[in-house]
Structures are given as structure tokens and as C-alpha cells.
DNA sequence: CTGAAAGCGCTTACAG
DNA sequence: CTGAAAGCGCTTACAG
């Protein structure tokens, strides 16, 4: 024998009980107890009973790393995001579990924004053999690329609206996102006004934070606003320090900013903190906008008015379309499925006050 | 034959390359695949080079279902959290990935502080054989404890203190840090003090929060406070709003409390925003203070006072842990360590203004 | 409704 | 430094 087994002796090791053990137990084959597991309606109801007995009796757990190797479905779903600490990807996260049930176990991966990080991620992911996969963003490296092409199962990139996706994509326009807020800050009659973001540093660039940025600068050269800034300060992730700061430098640079655009609700929260600090009025003074309609804008006071997008939506969206795609459905679905967005102007914008007392 | 492949013709269909493909491009067995993915240097120099030629060739990702059933390592961690969408949690998970590293892949599970939910995630996380598991809390239900005591590996509760945890814990203690809130607002002379807290509800229950809130309570006993109170309000999680809806309810109950405690930071936080939409002083007429130390309330203006607690470290803490215990270390370590808690006075607490203009 | 045989794709435990 | 044999614990694909 190749691998010894423990010697027969009366006083064996306990090891954990196998699907044998619960057979030799109930007096029946393996293939039976198998059967109670998956479909007990396919089998006696005498013979089921017995079968659910010995399992109590021995405390067995099916060994599913052992039911995956033979069915050829691990129940994985692979999920790839750039960062956990950001409610509107945990928001995602949710989701897609909600969506996926309990049969399936979601195995997730952060990059913290670096395309070299996701390849790593990638590649471990696919050698658990994930039934689909689930990643943010459509900025790969030509490798990863590949991976996925040739994983042989679905992958569906969320939080961005390709037109042609590198299989399915769930989400929006992260420009049009852009576009709206410089629009919605026009609108008000504002003219000085900036937009506040992350700089690419190397490896670890926030892509869809800079289609929003790219989106506003549109919005200025279509309307011809010379008066327009974008600011662009550290790294990503961006969250409520680096709002604070990139405020900071804004007003430092422009003291007469009358609107500001910020490519996240946490880092428009640090830039309304940044006002506060330095008794400058939200909005009487400053109007300020964020994106991705946090529960933290929402329950600020004053509330921060923001782009809203439906966060868990998309992880909602991405799971129902993976299991209709495990069926064998969903093909005639459109590949790139765009939820988009929607301007919620609360209590952080106003019309100037041209005549302040 | 049971099962059948593909009958050998020309036009096979492409499938996923397996490492007896490798080895047969390659000319060498499939062992000596296997050694150069795991350990290259114990195979020739040429051999190598061939073999890793021909999985570049053949794009080759191994399988590590196979490869877990066959080496009885899975390489799989689960942890157990109330919830991903609390910054604290998610720092936790964010350390014990990293100290885990790369060969470790985190199975995580959510419970929304539903015990009943957590003997589910325990079964069909031990289902996927795990080679530790890191579970928040020290309520379980009484099937929970028998599955985790029997799984044979490693259990690590973490955020609490427990004198006899069922195998391993790292924490802090709960109760501890509600005395130390009482204790905060006491000295600075503030007799008329409450704390807000979530309540059970049938399954749904925040274990720690409650016990913060029985340390509070404790030390209005010790000190004779009788202007104290504990207010339950909601069932977990807490969050913003539950905080800003709890501190309406208190001030409408008790116009005249100066001192609360917020069982975390994002409670307190709510509440923060429930006095500026009443216009009460904070701190000049109430003190305020959470428990976390989240970086919502560092970057908040005025900065919330809070109970520090070290939350990644306990991730990063439970991660060494338990690959001391994977290589068979650790056996002489305490079973329970306790990484303390930290008063941090910020901007919300301080000394009452007993003759305000 | 039940079971015997074969195999999923790797690694272990030898042997040389 | 390399390989042939066996087996990890299940499910598939029959057959009866």
C-alpha cells in the first residue's frame, strides 16, 4: 500500500468519519449516503432514515474539496475588488453573496488599485477552480486578460459599463458620473469650479475615480468654463484624509472656489470637514458634491449631495446573472448591462449667494 | 471505461490542461511537475526549464482542489464576522489576510449577528476543511461549539477576552471598555451620563455591545451614580442613523444629560449629527464619546473621543497565530490574549461649562 | 430504489 | 535527481 494507514489497533486514532464511515455505519454503499445528501427524495424513506442517523451518530461533514474534485463544480465564485474598507464595495460584496445563496462561497481577493496585484490574484483565484468571477474594473494587464479569456467560465466586470466587455460587464459610465457633476454644479450657477481625485502612482492607479475626473474636465471644455480645475493629489484609495487634504490645497491654490466635485462620498466628507476647520460655510460659501451615495453622506449633517449609484445593485445584478448563466440561460442578455447613475443634490450645494450680508 | 472521455479524434475540444498534459509536453512525469511548482530547486536546472516551458506553453494553472484533496491541506481559513460593512471588521479581515499571506485563501462568512446563521456558516465553512478558523465572539450555539471542538483544527475567537475560550482567542475584554467609558465621563465631572446600545431582538444580538453597555452600567453602581442611564434602542448592527435615532430618543427622555457613551463610532457619530440638527453644543453642553477609534471619527470636526481598540491587530495577531500553530509552534503561548483598550479624549468630551454665558 | 467500478487531478511515500 | 504505484473522499455513469 502506498499510503500506510493506522495499524488495526483497538485503540485508534479518531480521525475525522468519511462518507465509508457513515456507510459501513447505516449498512448500506457510499453512493447511497451520497444520494440522502444531495436528494433525499430519491431514496427510501427507511433506508434515508438510517443514513441520517449515522451521520448524527459520527458528527460527519461531507468533505467537499473531495465532491468538487469528482462533479467538476466547486460552488466558487471568485470576487476581485480593490479594496475591502470601502462601504460601497463591501455594500457590493453583500450583494453578490445575497444573490449567489448559500450554495455558493465567495473567495475574495483585494488588489489596494494595482494591476500587478490583481494578476497575482487571478492566477490564485482560477487554481481553486471558481465556477465564475466577479472583478471590478476593466483595466487588466494583457496576462490577466488572458487568464480570464481562457478560464472557460463566466466573468463578469462590474463598477464600469465597457462597450465591449471582456465577457459581461454589470454597472456605468464612471465618465457619465463625471459629466453629471459638473453639469449639476453648472446648473447652480456656480463657475469656479474644481474637481478633487487621486494621482496614478506607478502600479496603483484608481481608473474609474479618473474617467470621473475625465468626465467633469468634458463638461468644462464642451461649456467653455476656463475658470474649471481638477486637482489631482496622492494615491488611492482616496478616503476621508485625502479629501481633507486635498481641500486643503485647493483652497490654498483657488481661495475663491465656489464648487467642488469629489470623486468619492469619503473624500467629500473629508473636504466638508477640511471647510468646517477653516469656517468656510457648506454651501452658503462652497457648494460640494461626492460620488457613490454612502450611507455616511446620507446621514451627515448637512447631508452631502452626491451621484448615487446602486452599489449593492451591481453586486445583486452581477450574482443573478452568473446563476443564470451556471443554467445555461442568459445568453441573449446584452454583455454590458448599465444600472447608471443619478444626481441627489442635498444639503451641500445651493445657488451662490451673490449678496451675502 | 465509467467515465468516458472524449473519443480520441483530430478536432478534440480544447480543454483546461492538466499536469499530465504538462508532463507529457515536457517528457518528464507528472511528479517532477509537481516538484518544480513546488519547490523548483530540487529539480535539475534543464528539467526545469523544460517543464516550465511547457506550462507557459500550455497556459497551465494547476488544481488545487485536487492538489488539497490529495495533500490534506486546503490552505483555507474561514473567518466568521457579524458583518463586512463596519470598518472595524473589515479592518480586522484586512490584517489577518495579510499575516496569513498569499498561500492562504480567507473563506469569509457574515452572520448579522444571527447565531442560528453562524452554526450554517460553521457547517459549510468546515465542509470546504479549513485549516484554522477565526470566528468573532464567544457565543456560539451549543451544535456550533460540538462542530468546532470535533473540526481538529485550530479556533481562534476573536474581540473578546474569554478567561476559557474553546480553544484560542485574541481580544479584549468588552466589559472593560464600557467601565472605562463610565469611568471617562466621570472624570470629567459629568454626573448625568447615559450610554446607547442596541437591543436583542430574538436571534439578532450584539453580545459585545451589550457587554460594554454592562460595564457602563457597572460602574454607575460602583460610583453610585443613580442620574445614569442605558438606553436600548434597535437591533444590531448599529450604524449612523441608529445613533442619531437613539440620541433623539435620550434627549427627548432626558433633556438634560451631559455625558453619553455610543457603543461605536459610527453610533456616535449619529448621534454627533442628532445635536448639530438640535443645535446642541457639543462638547460645550454634551460630551460625546464612541467606541472603535474608526477613522470617520479622526477625521471628523470636532474629532469623536473613543475607546481604541487595536482592530487590525487583532486580525494581524490571530493570523500569526495561527501559523505558529500550523507549524506546531505556539502550544506554550496563553490561551486568551488580551491586546487591551485605550481611552482617547478628542474633541466631543469635556469638562461641563458650569457657568455658560 | 440501490450498488460496484472507475475516475476526478493531484501528492505521498516509497525505491532507485 | 526522477518515477511508478497508490490513494485522498467523493460523484459519475452505468447496470440491475
Same mark, same amino acid.
Not at 488588489?111 to 472583478?135: C, D, F, H
Not at 464642451?222 to 484624509?241: C, D, K, Q, W
Not at 454612502?294 to 450574482?319: H, M, N, Q, W, Y
Given at each position: ?35 440522502v445528501?444531495?436528494?433525499p =427524495? ?5 433506508? +434515508?432514515?438510517?443514513?441520517m442517523?449515522?451521520?448524527?451518530q ?8 473531495a465532491?468538487?474534485?469528482s ?17 460601497n *464595495? ?9 444573490a449567489?445563496?448559500? =450554495?455558493?462561497q465567495?473567495?475574495?481577493?483585494y ?16 487554481a481553486?477552480r ?5 472583478v ?8 490577466t ?5 481562457n478560464?472557460?467560465?463566466p466573468?463578469?466586470?462590474i ?12 454597472? *456605468? ?5 463625471g459629466?453629471?457633476a459638473a453639469r ?11 474637481a ?12 474609474r475615480?479618473?474617467?470621473r ?6 463638461v468644462l ?8 480645475v ?6 488611492a ?19 475663491d472656489?465656489e464648487?467642488? *466635485? ?5 473624500s ?13 460655510d ?8 461626492g460620488?457613490?451615495d454612502?450611507?455616511?453622506? +446620507? ?7 452626491t ?11 452581477a450574482?443573478?446573472?452568473l446563476?443564470e448563466?451556471?443554467?445555461g ?8 448591462i ?7 443634490p ?5 445657488a ?6
Amino acid at each position: 500500500m502506498a499510503r500506510q494507514k493506522k495499524a488495526g489497533l483497538p485503540a485508534e486514532a479518531p480521525t475525522k468519519p468519511t462518507m465509508r464511515d457513515v456507510s459501513k455505519l447505516a449498512g448500506v454503499s457510499t453512493m447511497t449516503v451520497s444520494r440522502v445528501l444531495a436528494d433525499p =427524495s430519491i431514496v427510501a424513506p427507511e433506508t +434515508r432514515e438510517r443514513v441520517m442517523r449515522a451521520v448524527d451518530q459520527l458528527g460527519y461533514v461531507p468533505d467537499l474539496v473531495a465532491g468538487s474534485l469528482s462533479s467538476r463544480r466547486t460552488n466558487f465564485v471568485g470576487l476581485i475588488l480593490p479594496t475591502l474598507t470601502n462601504s460601497n *464595495f463591501a455594500d457590493t460584496a453583500q450583494g453578490l453573496a445575497e444573490a449567489l445563496g448559500a =450554495s455558493y462561497q465567495l473567495l475574495i481577493g483585494y488588489t489596494l488599485y494595482q494591476a500587478g496585484e490583481e494578476e497575482r490574484l487571478v492566477r490564485s483565484l482560477l487554481a481553486r477552480r471558481p465556477q465564475g468571477i466577479v472583478v471590478a474594473g476593466t483595466l487588466h494587464t494583457a496576462s490577466t486578460r488572458r487568464m480570464l479569456m481562457n478560464a472557460g467560465i463566466p466573468v463578469i466586470e462590474i463598477w464600469d459599463a465597457p462597450s465591449a466587455p471582456l465577457d459581461r460587464a454589470v454597472g *456605468f459610465s464612471n465618465f457619465e458620473a463625471g459629466r453629471a457633476a459638473a453639469r449639476h454644479l453648472l446648473s447652480l450657477g456656480l463657475r469656479r469650479i474644481a474637481a478633487i481625485g487621486s494621482e496614478a502612482e506607478g502600479d496603483v492607479r484608481d481608473a474609474r475615480g479618473e474617467a470621473r475626473l475625465q468626465g467633469f474636465a468634458a463638461v468644462l471644455k464642451e461649456e467653455g468654463v476656463e475658470t474649471g480645475v481638477i486637482l489631482r493629489h496622492g494615491a488611492a484609495p482616496v478616503s476621508y484624509a485625502h479629501g481633507a487634504a486635498a481641500m486643503k490645497l485647493l483652497l490654498a491654490e483657488r481661495p475663491d472656489v465656489e464648487g467642488v *466635485f469629489a470623486v468619492s462620498d469619503g473624500s467629500a466628507f473629508g473636504a466638508l470637514m477640511e471647510c468646517r476647520r477653516q469656517g468656510i460655510d457648506v454651501p452658503g460659501r462652497l457648494s460640494l458634491m461626492g460620488f457613490g451615495d454612502f450611507e455616511l453622506g +446620507r446621514e451627515c449633517e448637512p447631508a452631502i449631495s452626491t451621484i448615487r449609484v446602486d452599489a449593492k445593485g451591481i453586486g445583486t445584478k452581477a450574482g443573478e446573472l452568473l446563476r443564470e448563466l451556471f443554467d445555461g440561460r442568459g445568453a441573449d442578455l446584452p454583455p454590458s448591462i448599465d444600472l447608471g447613475i443619478e444626481v441627489v443634490p442635498r444639503g451641500t450645494t445651493a445657488a451662490p449667494r451673490r449678496h451675502a450680508p
